[in-house]
């Protein structure tokens, strides 16, 4: 008797102990910049507000409040999402590549979106008709995953140490490697060509992000000034980008891409633009699920392994069918469970192949995404038409010199 009440008072003890070092996480960082922003958000880029540009990447310094974890006595994300009957999706709508939603069509698309319609297709439901697109600003994403709002936020969202420790999300397969880039005006900055050469310029960026604070910190750090030209989203970005109110525009390298081909459209814009070669930061982007949700994050994470997994083993949307089951490692990829799911909704044995089916391997989904779809998806084919280049960046498979790399599927 006596060592159980030693044992609750020592897990009291801790657990009082534990609330005392749970605080915000708020960037203190200084810098002697001038700051004149302008929190209108545009509602002409779909309904995507406070669209950090990819560069996403917010530390939420505007909602850091900590998050309840999901307790042992939750049920499962998975076993609610098979209640329901459909798949709740946090994205953007705004960044071609990543998460794009074709006003025209109604057609979404982008490495994001993929991957929401791959976890679909996985646990056994149609990408095509049980998704919900919920669009996830840079302010509110966390507190609508924290509020169930949404089962899966795959937004552009930079895993860092606040938001996997602070907020109480817990990250899943990181499935683009990008860092923080800088667009800006020649006509402004004739003589740049690198961010060394922007001392003093006015830089749009989209507040509450960790755009923003890279942006500081790579200034302070170079003994240079700017001016702060702060924006709630993308589309506030680009109207004072091509109104010259801002001369350079930082954000996700593969955001800067996408908005310099959308500002080229524009007849009205004059000036030519170019890319500055340095990167600020470092920002893998990836999928989220609330805290302890274990089965769920799991499920989530090993979907983008498998369609890893089956690039390097040269299995793709055109051949899984006829592939040969009795091979070990064929088999256990796309006729085995692997323990994935719950013990009332385990994944079906085959539900590798239906990723395959609907989505295809990471070779394809980035073809679909960036670049013209033609690609096989064939381990070694080449893409063409990309945005952007897959070919020697992070994103390459390993064997390729890339970071896209998957543990061991068995």
């Not at 669209?51 to 994300?77: E, F, I, K, L, Y």
């Not at 506030?236 to 954000?251: H, S």
């Not at 391997?361 to 779809?373: I, K, L, M, R, W």
Request: hydrophobic share 35%.
């Amino acid at each position: 008797m006596k060592q159980i009440y030693a044992l609750m008072l020592m897990l009291m003890m801790a657990s009082v102990a534990f609330t005392g070092c749970v605080s915000d996480d708020s960037d203190d960082a200084t810098d002697t910049t001038t700051d004149t922003t302008d929190t209108t958000t545009d509602d002409s880029t779909t309904d995507d507000t406070t669209d950090d540009s990819t560069t996403d990447d917010t530390t939420d310094d505007t909602t850091d409040d900590t998050v309840d974890p999901v307790g042992a006595d939750t049920q499962s994300t998975l076993d609610v999402i098979h209640e329901r009957g459909s798949l709740k999706c946090g994205i953007k709508t705004s960044q071609f590549g990543m998460g794009y939603l074709d006003s025209d069509t109604g057609v979404y698309s982008g490495l994001d979106v993929e991957y929401c319609r791959a976890i679909a297709a996985a646990i056994g439901l149609d990408p095509d008709e049980n998704i919900e697109y919920i669009v996830a600003s840079a302010g509110d994403r966390f507190t609508k995953l924290a509020d169930k709002e949404i089962d899966v936020l795959i937004r552009t969202t930079t895993w860092t140490t606040s938001r996997d420790a602070d907020l109480n999300a817990d990250f899943a397969g990181i499935n683009f490697y990008d860092g923080q880039g800088m667009l800006v005006n020649k006509e402004a900055h004739s003589d740049a060509v690198s961010i060394m050469n922007l001392d003093g310029a006015k830089i749009c960026t989209t507040t509450g992000t960790t755009t923003e604070g890279n942006l500081a910190d790579y200034f302070a750090a170079n003994d240079m000034t700017f001016e702060v030209v702060g924006v709630a989203d993308d589309g506030a970005a680009m109207e004072k980008f091509k109104a010259q109110d801002c001369t350079a525009w930082t954000g996700d390298m593969s955001n800067m891409v996408a908005q310099q081909y959308a500002v080229s459209q524009d007849s009205d814009v004059t000036f030519s633009m170019d890319i500055m070669p340095e990167l600020l930061s470092k920002e893998p982007l990836g999928a989220a699920t609330r805290d302890n949700d274990d089965d769920w994050n799991d499920v989530v994470q090993w979907v983008w392994f498998g369609m890893l997994t089956a690039e390097e083993m040269n299995i793709t949307s055109g051949n899984y069918a006829s592939a040969d089951l009795d091979d070990t490692a064929t088999g256990r990829l796309l006729n085995n469970n692997l323990g994935l799911g719950t013990e009332t909704n385990p994944l079906p044995a085959t539900w590798m192949q239906n990723v395959l089916q609907h989505v295809g391997n990471y070779q394809e989904a980035y073809d679909n995404s960036f670049c013209d779809g033609t690609s096989n998806g064939e381990r070694g084919s080449t893409l063409s038409g990309c945005l952007v280049d897959r070919a020697g960046t992070m994103n390459a498979p390993y064997w390729d010199g890339g970071l896209q790399y998957a543990p061991p599927m068995r």
